[in-house]
């Protein structure tokens, strides 16, 4: 039996394997450079108490943030005051999309969620030649950057009549109520990010398609142009990049790039990867 956890600052997939299909549960995110060591050793103690300490041959954790090597001591020195374990990999959240995308294949790895993120992958390790920036400044071809575009307009009278008057139907689009979501809500780039799938419903009308193709394209531009794409295939993850699929394909083809594949979330080429 083998465990498998790909953890986000949200929540923690877990798959157990041994069983057709492999079970699924669900546990708090873990992000251990956000959140203090002992909170991620205590929901990793947690899950695996709630999993019955079982036998593994294997767990392999993928958490978001820096896996530096203090890090990865303390927590495979928890797992095995835990439980009775073979092998244990630890690793972050861009390993995780690498190994689900690539496998075990050279490629650039593409993460297009509410931010965004890129690396080349050897087929062993990742190599990050170009920094994302968060939200703010950068996360181009992210949903979150997407969100921002889009109410830079509004606020300034730029966005169509018909999708305006939609926009303020279905949300606050009040400029005090814009600046209080963006400013001051606790999580302020989810929700820039949960505008996307409202503007991706106004695709056909051309002010959201350019849009929507320029934010793409100036992720192909900053991000992507950094890396050999005349060689190596792009792999995709990422729930947003998955939903736009069709699109983001269409701009890598214009701009001479390859697609390698999507997966919506790593934990299925993960699965594949351990199998």
Not at 168 to 188: C, H, L
Request: hydrophobic share 40%; proline share 5%.
């Amino acid at each position: 039996m083998k465990i498998i956890v790909e953890s986000g600052a949200t929540k923690s997939d877990w798959r157990i394997t041994g069983t057709a299909p492999a079970q699924a549960r669900l546990f708090p995110g873990m992000n251990v450079s956000t959140m203090p060591l002992d909170h991620v050793l205590g929901v990793l103690s947690d899950a695996l108490e709630a999993l019955g300490r079982p036998e593994l041959e294997g767990i392999y954790l993928y958490v978001a943030g820096i896996v530096t090597p203090p890090v990865r001591e303390a927590l495979e020195g928890r797992i095995r005051e835990l439980v009775k374990v073979g092998e244990i990999d630890i690793q972050n959240d861009l390993v995780a999309a690498a190994r689900a995308v690539c496998g075990r294949s050279e490629g650039i790895v593409a993460i297009l969620g509410t931010g965004s993120n890129t690396c080349f992958y050897d087929g062993k390790t990742v190599s990050q030649k170009v920094r994302s920036g968060g939200y703010i400044i950068g996360d181009e071809g992210g949903g979150a950057c997407l969100g921002k575009l889009f109410l830079a307009d509004f606020i300034k009278g730029l966005v169509p009549e018909v999708v305006a008057a939609d926009f303020a139907s279905k949300f606050d689009a009040s400029y005090a109520g814009i600046v209080e979501n963006v400013y001051r809500s606790p999580a302020p780039a989810g929700f820039l990010g949960s505008l996307a799938p409202f503007i991706l419903s106004h695709y056909s009308d051309p002010y959201v398609k350019s849009l929507v193709d320029g934010n793409f394209q100036s992720f192909v531009d900053r991000a992507l142009r950094h890396y050999d794409t005349r060689r190596y295939p792009v792999g995709v993850v990422g729930g947003f990049g998955f939903a736009c699929r069709e699109i983001f394909s269409r701009i890598c083809t214009e701009n001479g790039l390859c697609i390698g594949g999507f997966e919506a979330a790593p934990i299925n080429g993960l699965l594949k990867y351990h199998n």
